[in-house]
């Protein structure tokens, strides 16, 4: 599933929204990946991480990305991540690909030795 959330954007209404998508398709034994620019940053300890985490983490979903995905000036931040089961994805690497198109660096998911199947794609828009 892929995800963009809009910094000015109501947060709580973006995490029931989720929340309630999540439900609606999510079985414990669905290989489930969310890709997301979520702008919540994930190098530092805060308040709308730890609310994420705990919706996310009702599925056994952790984010995987704890290296900057975009740099500004002198600042670093890790607001683009990808969620898993990492107990279901368990032979995997994720890697930062800077490919010069944008201030966010694009990141590599490789998962090993699993046997995927597309079930759906959902795309929440920004206004969420």
């Known amino acids: ?5 809009a910094p000015t954007g109501n947060f709580n209404l973006f995490l029931n929204r989720l929340d ?18 979520i702008d919540i940053d994930y190098l530092t300890d805060n308040d709308k991480k730890r609310q994420f985490d ?3 983490l009702t599925y056994n979903l952790s984010a995987i990305v704890y290296v ?3 740099s500004q000036g002198y600042s670093n931040t890790a607001i683009d991540n990808i969620f ?3 107990y279901k994805f368990i032979n ?7 490919n010069g ?3 966010h660096d694009a990141q590599v998911l490789k998962i090993n030795n699993v046997n995927l199947q597309l079930q759906s794609i959902v795309f929440i ?3 969420i």
């Open 84 to 86: 898993i089961d990492t």
């Open 92 to 98: 995997f690497t994720v890697s930062p690909l800077h």
């Open 125 to 127: 828009p920004s206004e």
């Open 54 to 56: 705990a919706v996310l």
């Open 1 to 5: 599933m892929a995800v963009y959330r």
């Open 20 to 37: 309630d998508i999540i439900k609606t398709f999510y079985k414990a034994d669905l290989q489930f990946i969310i890709c997301c620019d």
């Open 101 to 103: 198109l944008s201030d």
């Open 68 to 70: 900057p995905t975009r």
